[in-house]
């Protein structure tokens, strides 16, 4: 498998946490598509976080029944939930501190 790498630090992100759960939104955020488990990787220099290692196929999706029932029982559970929002590019903000991607 392939890792993911830290662009900033230039070294392989660890795994942190295992098994957490991604919930993907859509209809501008305000509906559950996807339920996914993933795990948590972070950078060992500075810290920077990705989810990472993504199953086959999601534990739940919208057309499988009461998505916001399952994401409940989930917490209630004591699972570290990650919320994956749409986000339209337009309204991202850049910051001058980025990782700069030479060419």
């Known amino acids: 498998m392939k890792k993911p790498v830290c662009v900033r630090c230039n070294v392989e992100f660890r795994p942190e946490k295992t098994g957490v759960y991604v919930v993907e939104m859509y209809q501008k955020n305000q509906e559950i598509y996807q339920i996914w488990q993933a795990d948590i990787w972070q950078c060992a220099i500075c810290r920077a976080q990705v989810v990472f290692g993504f199953g086959n196929q999601p534990i739940m999706a919208h057309y499988d029944g009461d998505c916001n029932a399952k994401l409940e ?13 749409e986000v339209k590019w337009l309204d991202v903000k850049w910051f001058d501190d980025r990782p700069k991607i030479s060419e």
């Open 73 to 85: 029982e989930l917490k209630k559970a004591g699972a570290v939930i990650v919320y994956n929002k």
